[in-house]
């Protein structure tokens, strides 16, 4: 039985990682290469300076994202996925299979008068 705890635990653990708001988008704009900041801000419609800094640096934490720090003038830092988050490409590939096949997208649009 604390075997299968284990296991739960584990699970349980990674999709509250991945599925936090944003952690999933980044991670996949990442999966198509290294990106500076001002990149992965543009790529994720609607995330704040604010969310941005703190889902990269939990993803980095995890040991999810790297960092990289390139001395030029003006220093440069860009971020890539680790092997440990380009692993995350295939269950992240077959949640958006899922998703294309079963969600739907409401319109949120409110009329203004």
Excluded at 65 to 75: D, F, G, L, Q, W
Aim: glycine content about 6%.
């Amino acid at each position: 039985m604390a075997r299968q705890h284990e296991v739960c635990a584990k699970f349980h653990r990674a999709v509250e990682l991945i599925g936090r708001r944003w952690s999933g988008a980044l991670i996949q704009v990442l999966l198509q290469g290294r990106k500076r900041y001002a990149e992965l801000r543009a790529a994720v419609p609607d995330i704040t300076d604010r969310m941005l800094s703190e889902r990269l640096r939990e993803l980095e934490e995890e040991g999810i994202v790297a960092r990289k720090v390139i001395p030029e003038t003006p220093v440069r830092v860009e971020y890539e996925l680790t092997a440990k988050g380009r692993a995350l490409e295939g269950p992240l590939t077959a949640l958006g299979q899922w998703a294309t096949r079963w969600q739907t997208v409401e319109n949120e649009k409110v009329s203004r008068q």
